[in-house]
């Protein structure tokens, strides 16, 4: 029974440059959250989502920032046009429910902005 | 909002020494969980546990919803032990089940 899955694992992206960042819940998950680990900092909730639906987004910069997950395919985190301060990891999490299910966490995707 | 602190912020210990890692919150809480994040920076799910208490190996969690806090325990350190030890709550009035972070204990733990 496969866990979260996120890839790219790494990725360097230079200033201006777009990244997508992509999130496969647990089989039978239809919930999922991304959280972002700024350096030297906690995790800070950012997304939650439901299949074709955003529930949550009161953790998202207002700017540049967009989440999507579609009825077919994973979770997709998106920024456009990053800057250094976006460097960070982003982790994703999938639940079976809602409020007081346990989130189950993918490894995590590092970016680099240059 | 909801307040999650954590104490010690850091601890160094000698393999085989026991601990006890605390985490305090200000509201109701759903759901809390417990996790490891290694020096490789992967977040390893430790306990499920908004009540009551479990074991699992050398660890053991205890969470007492009335009184707002919950302890993990470590007992006979290893050097793999180390790293950061974060705890998370889903907020009682939430309905959506986002977990808030503590800012987590660094523990060293030394040969």
Known sequence: ?114 | GIQVEQSPPDLILQEGANSTLRCNFSDSVNNLQWFHQNPWGQLINLFYIPSGTKQNGRLSATTVATERYSLLYISSSQTTDSGVYFCAVDVGSSNTGKLIFGQGTTLQVKP
């Open chain 1, 1 to 114: 029974n496969a866990g979260v899955m996120q890839n790219p694992r790494h990725l360097v992206r230079r200033r201006g440059q777009e990244a997508r960042l992509r999130c496969s819940p647990m089989k039978g998950h239809s919930h999922v959250y991304w959280y972002r680990q700024l350096p030297e900092e906690g995790l800070k909730f950012m997304v939650y989502l439901q299949k074709e639906n955003i529930i949550d987004e009161s953790g998202m910069p207002k700017e540049r920032f967009s989440a999507e997950f579609p009825k077919e395919g994973p979770s997709i985190l998106r920024i456009q046009q990053v800057v250094r301060g976006d460097s960070a990891a982003y982790f994703c999490a999938s639940s079976s429910g809602i409020a007081g299910y346990e989130q189950y966490f993918g490894p995590g995707t590092r970016l680099t902005v240059t």
